[in-house]
């Protein structure tokens, strides 16, 4: 089984609507991130958390909110979809060794959302 | 300017030849490199990891950084159509966020 999940893979939806993206991870690590991907821009950070009772906003944040409901949980929201949200999303997971440094992240095989 | 700048390509090369990637970078706080591939419709995996300066080689890839540049390189020897991916360098200072450049699309033919 993957160690990083996300749902759902794909999902077409309106403007306007409210949508939800959910990531599960098994790796037992505190540090849970959200990008996105667009082509030429790269990975674009929209949220991260530490650990459960830490949320921050990320390079992108506007138009989108987290809940981290628990350790292995992790979900984004965008409030009223649009257009310019249309982008593959991915889900990462990291842990810092006990010198501190952080360790690689793991990334969910990612949800294509097409925002009509 | 982005912290982290990398040549989108796309890069197109015959079976066997050495690809080099490269990344350039303006923050001197950062110390950990990283290149991540990541295949189409997945999601990226980490493939080298180098702190600090100096190379670090693994089977066919080598890593290089040269802090005093402030540019990172990628170079992978007698490549083969299943390095066809789109490469992604990654930076971080100490325990802090990572960055990404825009990656770069590598296509391999036979």
Redesign the interface.
Known sequence: DAD?TQTPRNRITKTGKRIMLECSQTKGHDRMYWYRQDP??????IY?SFDVKDINK?EISDGYSVSRQAQAKFSLSLESAIPNQTALY?C?TSD?TLA???E???????TRLLVL | QKEVEQDPGPLSVPEGAIVSLNCTYSNSAFQYFMWYRQYSRKGPELLMYTYSSGNKEDGRFTAQVDKSSKYISLFIRDSQPSDSATYLCAMSANGGKLIFGQGTELSVKP
């Open positions: 990083v030429g821009l790269g990975l674009r950070l991260y990320g991915f990462a810092l501190g440094v952080q690689t992240q793991y990334f969910g095989p990612g």
